[in-house]
């Protein structure tokens, strides 16, 4: 697969590069197809872990539930450091996007510790307890990365 083919090749990340962005980044767009074709394109907080995003949402009746039924294709789009260059009328970033295929997960609390241990490192036992507790409210999803491109900008 080589669907995200870059036109600035000169500011392609290496494939490390780009996970590092996926690793410290908080936040993301995770975008799927409606039933009727139309994209759907949802922030979403995440973790990355050995090649596999882990999402959570809601089990109540929503658009992104109705559009990951079974296994389904997906691109993810993570934005991370970016600064402003005004008198240069441009901008530093770095940013990488993923195309995969995204599913409802077998191990609910696999995907809800990643999370925990992404964005609450020091209260991993509560962490635990709540993700236990939770486990019924939420579904979690994830995300088999097929192919990863990274893109920056950066001060030189």
């Not at 908080?26 to 039933?35: K, P």
Request: hydrophobic share 35%.
């Amino acid at each position: 697969m080589d669907r995200a083919k870059m036109r600035r090749t000169d500011r392609s990340l290496s494939k490390e590069e780009a996970e590092e962005i996926l690793r410290k980044s908080q936040y993301g767009v995770l975008s799927t197809v409606c039933a009727d074709g139309y994209p759907y394109g949802v922030p979403m907080s995440y973790a990355w872990h050995d090649g596999k995003l882990y999402f959570h949402h809601t089990v109540e009746s929503s658009l992104l539930g109705e559009n990951i039924s079974g296994e389904v294709k997906a691109c993810f789009t993570v934005v991370g450091d970016t600064q402003v260059l005004p008198a240069k009328f441009s901008t530093e970033y770095e940013s990488v996007i993923v195309f995969g295929k995204i599913r409802e997960s077998g191990d609910k609390l696999v995907g809800l510790m990643k999370l925990v241990e992404k964005f609450s490192p020091d209260y991993l036992e509560q962490g635990d307890r709540y993700a236990r507790a939770s486990a019924d409210r939420v579904k979690v999803y994830e995300f088999e990365i097929e192919q990863v491109t990274g893109k920056a900008r950066r001060a030189k």
